[in-house]
Nanobody, 121 residues
Framework: QVQLEESGGGLVEPGGSLRLSCAAS???????RGWFRQAPGKARDFVAI????????EYSESAKGRFSISRDIVENSVHLQMNSLKPEDSAVYYC???????????????WGQGTQVTVSS
């Protein structure tokens, strides 16, 4: 059973930055890992994904140019650097792992518990 644990969420002012991290259990060997987010009353939205084998990445339009996803193969972790944060980025951010490179949340087998990101002055 794959276990994912997020960290790094919190409260930040508009224009600020946060770095989210996702640690995985030792038996994780996914094809792809990434991040989704969910704001109150809304569906889970794709943010960014990274292909574990070669580091190929994809981003949502809202994340492109502001967010950066990366992987640490040695530590078996994934990071999401978020810059120029906006109030509309406020959501619970979930780390995911799966066997298909997709922007569809239903195709991901494993989810973390989520970490809250709040962007407010």
């Amino acid at each position: 059973q794959v276990q994912l644990e997020e960290s790094g969420g919190g409260l930040v002012e508009p224009g600020g930055s946060l770095r989210l991290s996702c640690a995985a259990s030792e038996n994780t060997n996914p094809y792809v890992r990434g991040w989704f987010r969910q704001a109150p009353g809304k569906a889970r939205d794709f943010v960014a994904i990274i292909r574990w084998s070669d580091g190929y990445t994809e981003y949502s339009e809202s994340a492109k140019g502001r967010f950066s996803i990366s992987r640490d193969i040695v530590e078996n972790s994934v990071h999401l650097q978020m810059n120029s944060l906006k109030p509309e980025d406020s959501a619970v951010y979930y780390c995911v792992a799966g066997s298909r490179f997709s922007r569809m949340p239903d195709l991901y087998d494993y989810w973390g518990q989520g970490t809250q990101v709040t962007v407010s002055s």
